[in-house]
T-cell receptor, first 114, second 109 residues
């Protein structure tokens, strides 16, 4: 395993469902990030974790709940989502935070809300 | 407010036809400007980091340059495999990466 791995790659859920996105990094990094990528919009930073502690919450609605049990794993728990939450959710990691080295991204989870 | 604007939004090139992508930015205390490549269905792949005006970096057919207001990604003699969306991002005093909306490049044989 190399780099940043995200599962599942695709997820379709109803507005009342509860699901979780998983991210695992094999780079030995200490900081992990969740981003949202919508069509025609720039990547939006959602959360930052550094050494398992949340250091940034970019005014994200409470229906998104992150969890970071250790420096290698990051989860995004989803509940009662809205249609506008349909997007590509990207996980990234960097050696430290603030990042003095580039962030490395996973291939994302494509989320569709029915 | 930190901001990044990329142009053009889309670019179609014939194989071998060199061109440049632009990334204009405003940021408080530039700490780094980053270029990423994103293929369909994939996450962004890191290409370059530039830290100060005048700096240049090269990788194969790509060359990135930086001034105090903008960065260019020059593509020399592109090939179809260079087709992708190219993203620019800046990091300033807030330490957050601020991304542009990207330039979608298509190179035709």
């Amino acid at each position: 395993e190399t780099g940043v791995t995200q599962t599942p790659r695709h997820l379709v859920m109803g507005m009342t469902n509860k699901k979780s996105l998983k991210c695992e990094q094999h780079l030995g990094h200490n900081a992990m990030y969740w981003y949202k990528q919508s069509a025609k919009k720039p990547l939006e930073l959602m959360f930052v974790y550094n050494f398992k502690e949340q250091t940034e919450n970019n005014s994200v609605p409470s229906r998104f709940s992150p969890e970071c049990p250790n420096s290698s794993h990051l989860f995004l728990h989803l509940h009662t989502l809205q249609p506008e939450d349909s997007a590509l959710y990207l996980c990234a990691s960097s050696q430290d935070y603030p990042p003095h080295q580039p962030q490395h991204f996973g291939d994302g989870t494509r989320l569709s809300i029915l | 407010e930190d901001q990044v604007t990329q142009s053009p939004e889309a670019l179609r090139l014939q194989e071998g036809e060199s061109s440049s992508l632009n990334c204009s930015y405003t940021v408080s205390g530039l700490r780094g400007l980053f270029w990423y490549r994103q293929d369909p269905g994939k996450g962004p792949e890191f290409l370059f980091t530039l830290y100060s005006a005048g700096e240049e970096k090269e990788k194969e057919r790509l060359k990135a340059t930086l001034t105090k207001k903008e960065s260019f990604l020059h593509i020399t003699a592109p090939k179809p495999e260079d087709s992708a969306t190219y993203l620019c991002a800046v990091q300033g005093n807030t330490d957050k990466l601020i991304f542009g909306t990207g330039t979608r490049l298509q190179v035709f044989p």
